[in-house]
């Protein structure tokens, strides 16, 4: 069983950049599709950006042309950049599998995003 742990989130100011991590204990040539995840305070956890082992991306309509998802395979982490922040984009974020229409049955702690002035 994989297991992930998310790092580099922080405080930015709107408009601002900031790349989360996602490591791997185990492999990610036996994951179909990964994906990042955030849940903001009083909301539903949602999927923000999904890449399957092909490479292939899909983005929450929310974050479409300001974050931009990736994997390594060869250092076993994914990334998700996410440039133009918006306040609206705080919220602790998480990564895990992709693979609808199931929901993963285990999530880390994640890490904070907060975009405030």
């Known amino acids: 069983q994989v297991q992930l742990v998310e790092s580099g989130g922080g405080l930015v100011q709107p408009g601002g950049s900031l790349r989360l991590s996602c490591a791997a204990s185990?492999?990610?040539?036996?994951?179909?599709?990964m994906g990042w995840y955030r849940q903001a305070p009083g909301k539903q956890r949602e999927l923000v950006a999904s890449i399957t082992s092909g490479g292939r991306t899909n983005y929450a309509d929310s974050v479409k042309g300001r974050f931009t998802i990736s994997r390594d395979n060869a250092k076993n982490t994914m990334y998700l950049q996410m440039n133009s922040l918006k306040p609206e984009d705080t919220a602790v974020y998480y990564c895990?599998?992709?693979?609808?229409?199931?929901?993963?049955?285990?999530w880390g702690q994640g890490t904070q995003v907060t975009v405030s002035s």
């Open positions: 185990g492999s990610f040539f036996s994951i179909y599709a």
């Open positions: 895990n599998t992709y693979r609808p229409p199931y929901s993963p049955d285990y």
